[in-house]
């Protein structure tokens, strides 16, 4: 049986690297495991909320580009089984967008004061975290805020994520959609183009 930090550990994503008022990133522990667009993570002390907008998988060293070694091998997997050292000379990161932090009285669904601190832990938040935390929508406007499409598919991600989360999904999903169509009014195409999006 593993104990209680073990397991803790386990559920760690990995640890920040690069932040600041609005977004941090995440070098996680292993490589091509990061988590998937609109993910909800959180760093540790202090507790921060943020949602995942782009992972990247490259050298550790922005000068040497990864060259190809499978041309004699049957798949990738093997690539990596006969170059064993890629594991220490690759990385893949998160860069999260920050969407609230905990306060002593419950979420607050605005930026924090500070971003978190360089080698704060991250993991990636589970379903209650993700329901809690949805239950108001005033972190939307920092979802949007971004340039399209890359902002719309993000925030779809997360409201998808989000309403399966909730026992009515159908119900989240429809405030949701009434929310961003307020913040969207005056832009109809990238309304209707986010909101197509919405349905798994």
Do not use: W
């Not at 550790?60 to 170059?83: C, F, K, L, T």
């Not at 499409?149 to 009434?178: C, I, K, N, W």
Request: charged share 25%; glycine share 4%.
């Amino acid at each position: 049986m593993s104990s209680p930090l073990e397991a803790h550990d386990l559920s760690r994503l990995g640890e920040v690297v690069e932040a600041s008022s609005a977004e941090f990133t995440i070098h996680c522990y292993q490589l091509h495991v990061g988590a998937p667009l609109g993910t909800l993570v959180r760093t540790d002390g202090p507790e921060i909320l943020a949602v995942v907008r782009n992972v990247t998988t490259a050298s550790i060293d922005p000068a040497r580009r990864p060259v190809a070694r499978g041309r004699d091998q049957p798949d990738s997997e093997a690539v990596y089984q006969s170059n064993p050292q890629l594991e220490k000379l690759l990385r893949t990161e998160v860069q999260a967008i920050i969407v609230g932090h905990r306060g002593d009285n419950g979420f607050h669904q605005y930026l924090p004061a500070l971003p978190p601190r360089i080698h704060a832990f991250a993991r990636a938040c589970d379903a209650e975290e993700m329901r809690d935390f949805t239950q108001r929508l005033e972190f939307l406007p920092l979802l949007l805020q971004g340039q399209p499409p890359l902002a719309d598919e993000v925030t779809a991600a997360f409201l998808r994520q989000a309403a399966a989360a909730h026992s009515d999904s159908e119900s989240f999903l429809m405030a949701a959609g009434q929310e961003v169509a307020r913040l969207l009014s005056s832009d109809l195409r990238r309304l209707n183009s986010l909101l197509r999006r919405l349905r798994p």
